[in-house]
């Protein structure tokens, strides 16, 4: 692509056909772009306390593998995937033990944060409380999820990915996403029972 | 239809599935239904909000990797879509220059040129031969006259000169 073409109004491969030539302002330019969706991916897996920093790791490893970068899928699902690995990587490196998707345990999520940084939409305290309750109570049924379910749930509705994206990232067929993503919502809601 | 979505259908809904026809039109037209909905789906985006309200200062991060990256080596590779095209045109080339390598002594060699020369020779030597067969059919001597080759008027023939 000529380089008159202005950063922000690139397209993300071009962007990456250049930080592959090792220009690093193109590649802020993507950082800049998809950084709060590797943020969203990594916290699914390791957290609030862990997200940033493997989402930076995730960052370093898309710049040194950006020579592998085929094209075939779309960049922000490439990148997708490699925040996914990093953070199944962290985990695995940190825990020692079989994997476990946040919040799997129920006692290591951020049930105290979920309550502080409710919407002060319902001022009426009771109305207040029970969605709360139902936060907390969606938090403890989603550790219950098989892990696939959990992990597709999470990637489609706190991740915020398409379902075609969540096919490509975790390399399945879309059919899979949707019957999984179906079954998990199926099960909360449940389990949620009156308190939804 | 007039049956309110069950648990599956609204599952469906939420979950991004297509509703049949006849369900669909239920829940346009149902405020019941749609609450059903509704209610599962700020649960969830209120769990969200709680998380987006951990989400770091993405400035801050966004220097803090590039600082990162400045410290990295240097990604330096082809330009266009990946090592893959590179590859192939490495391929490429090796196949062409095994290509010319095979061909280059049949070129410049003393033995093949000989070796050509040999089969050339023995062609001609089958063709002249099959030429000279009068068993051939099509390939029998021509018998020509003079009149044949409308020589009569012009040149004298040996037999009408006295």
């Not at chain 1, 109004?9 to 990456?16: F, Q, R, S, T, Y």
């Not at chain 1, 330019?29 to 790791?57: I, K, N, S, T």
């Not at chain 1, 490509?168 to 939804?196: C, F, P, S």
């Not at chain 2, 969830?44 to 410290?71: C, K, T």
């Amino acid at each position: 692509m000529s380089r008159s073409v202005e950063l922000p109004d690139a397209e993300d491969h071009d962007l990456v056909d250049r930080a592959r030539i090792g220009d690093r302002d193109a590649f802020g330019e993507l950082v800049g772009r998809h950084q709060r969706r590797v943020w969203l991916v990594c916290r699914q897996y390791v957290g609030p306390d862990e997200a940033d920093a493997v989402a930076q790791e995730a960052w370093l490893k898309a710049w040194s593998a950006l020579t592998s970068f085929d094209g075939r899928a779309a960049f922000t699902t490439w990148l997708t995937r490699i925040s996914i690995n990093t953070a199944l990587d962290e985990i695995r490196r940190r825990r020692r033990e079989p994997l476990r998707l946040h919040g799997e345990t129920g006692s290591d999520d951020d049930a105290p944060s979920v309550m502080d940084r409710m919407s002060d939409a319902a001022v009426d305290p009771e109305a207040r409380s029970i969605q709360r309750q139902a936060v907390e109570r969606l938090r403890r049924c989603e550790g219950r999820l098989p892990d696939r379910q959990r992990e597709i749930f999470r990637l489609r509705f706190y991740a915020e990915l398409e379902l075609d994206e969540i096919a490509g990232a975790l390399g399945v067929h879309v059919g899979t996403v949707k019957t999984q993503l179906h079954r998990a919502v199926h099960r909360l809601r449940r389990e949620l029972g009156d308190v939804r | 239809m007039t049956n309110h979505l069950n648990d599956d259908q609204i599952a469906a809904v939420v979950a991004g599935l297509e509703l049949e026809p006849g369900a669909r039109a239920h829940l346009d037209g149902c405020v019941g239904c749609r609450r059903a909905l509704a209610d599962f789906e700020e649960t969830v985006a209120r769990r969200r909000d709680a998380m987006l309200a951990g989400l770091p200062d993405l400035e801050a991060q966004r220097h803090a990797i590039m600082a990162r990256i400045e410290d990295a080596p240097a990604v330096v590779g082809p330009r266009g879509r990946g090592v893959r095209h590179t590859l192939l045109a490495l391929a490429a080339a090796a196949v062409l220059a095994i290509g010319i390598a095979a061909l280059w002594p049949e070129r410049s060699g003393d033995r093949a040129l000989a070796g050509g020369d040999v089969a050339v020779a023995t062609i001609l030597e089958e063709t002249e031969a099959l030429l000279a067969d009068d068993a051939i059919p099509g390939f029998e001597p021509i018998q020509w006259d003079a009149e044949d080759l409308g020589l009569d008027s012009e040149v004298p023939t040996p037999s009408t000169t006295s």
